[in-house]
């Protein structure tokens, strides 16, 4: 799950983006409300930590023009504000949740963990399975019906992406955006390496789903079962 993060105390944001990468999430993190802005709009996080004091452009300002652009990724505001009337402003505005500093890391957690229930796309449920194989994402462990292997961190970071979204069509750019970040420079070449790793991976396990590649436009998870009523001929 890739988390954008936006805090401009560069102390807390340090420790937050270590803290919440050391639980396994992905996490870009900024400094100002003009760059939060521009991650944000790149539509690749699955739920942002949005401070509202922000500098060049504040946290309300953001999630007003995310909420306009129809750009509904979750968002957690992030505050030393703590009066009802800034709660109300922030909620109206499209906010999912509201977490006054200071706080715990636990508490926090604790939130993403419901602002993430309340979407079946994005529950954070430590196991995930899609036909015949299962996926622990807490131990990076693969399982079919001919076995189990252990996947790298890239590889796991995929595989979720496709088995959140089984069925559905993930063009290039976007698969590149959520594994490796808006930051990176990594080549387009470095995808298909790990496209084929998680084939080799799947067929290992026995499975009977398959990496579809969908020409000119990116890849999807397809099998008897899986989203059959979303598949479409290769182009």
């Known amino acids: 799950m890739r988390i954008l993060l936006a805090e401009d105390n560069k102390n807390l944001n340090h420790s937050l983006s270590s803290r919440l990468t050391e639980k396994g999430f992905d996490v870009d993190s900024c400094?100002?409300?003009e760059e939060a802005l521009y991650y944000a709009e790149q539509n690749i996080h699955d739920i942002i930590?949005?401070?509202?004091?922000?500098?060049?452009?504040?946290g309300p300002a953001v999630l007003k023009c995310l909420r306009d652009k129809g750009i509904a990724t979750p968002v957690i505001m992030i505050t030393a504000l703590?009066?009802?009337k800034d709660k109300v402003t922030g909620l109206n505005l499209?906010?999912?949740d509201y977490l006054v500093k200071p706080f715990a890391f636990e508490?926090?957690?604790?939130r993403i963990c419901c602002v993430t229930r309340r979407s079946p796309a994005l529950q954070m449920s430590a196991?995930?399975?899609v036909q015949d194989i299962r996926y622990d994402r807490e131990n990076g462990l693969l399982t079919g019906p001919a076995g189990s292997c252990t996947l790298s961190n890239r590889e796991s970071t995929l595989l979720e992406i496709f088995l959140r979204n089984p069925g559905q069509i993930l063009s290039r750019s976007t698969l590149l955006l959520k594994v490796w970040g808006p930051d990176s420079d990594v080549e387009?070449?470095?995808?298909?390496?790990y496209i084929h790793f998680l084939r080799r991976r799947l067929q290992a396990s026995g499975s009977a789903i398959l990496?579809?590649?969908i020409r000119g436009i990116g890849y999807m998870l397809t099998g008897d079962s899986v989203g059959k009523e979303k598949e479409q001929r290769d182009v």
């Open 82 to 84: 703590g009066s009802l």
């Open 127 to 129: 196991v995930l399975q």
């Open 49 to 58: 930590l949005l401070d509202s004091m922000l500098p060049l452009l504040s």
């Open 188 to 193: 387009e070449g470095n995808l298909d390496n």
């Open 31 to 33: 400094m100002d409300g």
């Open 107 to 110: 508490e926090l957690l604790a």
């Open 211 to 213: 990496l579809k590649t």
């Open 94 to 96: 499209g906010a999912d």
